[in-house]
């Protein structure tokens, strides 16, 4: 079965984030993607294969084609034999306790994926997002979050306000910070994480309770910053360390 016109119109148009909010939907690639999300409370609205894909799907949402067809619709380099689009889930409503991550204006997908999946992968419910951090949907933060997508609860919102309605200890990254290796950091706290150019706003570093660095351990020590996903994984470790 060839992909309709109106298929083909709905896929093009979902690599807008103007879109992707208009229809509420978005698109995952790839078998491994796929299928976490399928596992989720996430509903599909069509799935597109070149042969039978191994999970229980119902028939009126497969769509068998070929591999000409798959890769004028794929955005990989190389089409890994499975699209899909999937209906966006409602936004939860933020709750006050835990280990929280925010995240002030990430621009670069692939640094928002590997940051899905870091809270994932150490237990963190909540990602707060900037509304100037990029779009969770965007079809490269799918492909990086591999599935974490479904297990973080993710919420788009003003930083700022956040910020000063929260009762739980918030922490930065800084260079002058407190060295986060002998530091005593708490069970519940947000973990604020900032733009891979400019760092954190100075607006959000004012509402800041706690500053904690990274020490540097070269023996020349001229290595000027870590990646933003990096250090979120360093720094999650440490968080969860006092457990």
């Known amino acids: 079965m060839s992909i309709s016109k109106n298929q083909l119109k709905l896929i093009t148009s979902l690599s807008q984030k103007k879109y992707r909010i208009k229809h509420q939907m978005f698109i995952a690639e790839g078998v491994k993607v796929v299928e976490e999300i399928l596992k989720s409370n996430f509903k599909l609205h069509a799935l597109f294969c070149m042969e039978d894909f191994p999970y229980s799907v119902p028939e009126d949402q497969v769509f068998f084609i070929s591999e000409n067809e798959l890769k004028k619709i794929s955005k990989l380099k190389t089409p890994n034999k499975v699209f899909a689009i999937f209906h966006t889930p409602k936004e939860l409503s933020l709750q006050n306790d835990g280990l929280v991550v925010a995240l002030d204006a990430i621009n670069d997908p692939g640094n928002l994926g590997t940051i899905i999946r870091l809270c994932d992968w150490f237990g963190v419910r909540q990602l707060v997002c900037s509304l100037d951090t990029v779009d969770c949907y965007n079809q490269k933060v799918v492909q990086a979050s591999m599935g974490s997508l479904t297990r973080v609860s993710i919420r ?40 891979e150019a400019n760092g954190i706003s100075e607006k959000i570093r004012e509402l800041v309770s706690h500053k904690i660095t990274i020490p540097r351990f070269g023996r020349i020590q001229e290595t000027e910053s870590l990646n933003v996903a990096t250090a979120t994984a360093i720094l999650l470790s440490e968080f969860k360390r006092e457990l």
């Open 156 to 195: 788009y919102t003003d930083l700022n306000h956040y910020l000063k309605e929260t009762t739980l200890p918030t922490f930065i990254a800084d260079m002058e910070g407190e060295n986060v290796y002998r530091s005593s950091l708490p069970n519940e706290a947000v973990l604020i994480m900032g733009n």
